[in-house]
């Protein structure tokens, strides 16, 4: 088991920032990535940003070039730093962590107002 455990979020006006960070421990071991995944009221919850054992990282295509997913100096803890953030990225953000199996944090809102 792999137990997750986010931190950060809150309210922001357009254009500033917020930084999410997530803390993994347990089995950590046999953790493959680490990722962000957000979901709003009555849509499906979407892959934000990951970043895997082996360094690759994927984004999606509505936050490439404003969020950055990066690795802790703490072990197994990953931060999603989010700049110029827009009312559309308002969410529930959801830390994820792909080990044996899929384990998920109790989620953060992200609120961004216009």
């Known amino acids: 088991q792999v137990q997750v455990v986010e931190s950060g979020g809150g309210s922001v006006q357009a254009g500033g920032s917020l930084r999410l960070s997530c803390a993994a421990s347990g089995r950590t071991f046999t953790i493959k990535s680490m990722g962000w995944y957000r979901q709003t009221p009555g849509e499906q919850r979407e892959l934000v940003a990951r970043?895997?054992?082996?360094?690759?990282?994927d984004y999606a295509d509505s936050v490439k070039g404003r969020f950055a997913i990066a690795r802790g100096s703490a072990k197994d803890t990953v931060y999603l730093q989010m700049n110029s953030l827009k009312p559309e990225d308002t969410a529930v953000y959801y830390c994820n962590v792909m080990a044996l199996g899929d384990f998920w944090g109790q989620g953060t809102q992200v609120t961004v107002s216009s």
């Open positions: 970043l895997t054992v082996d360094d690759r990282t």
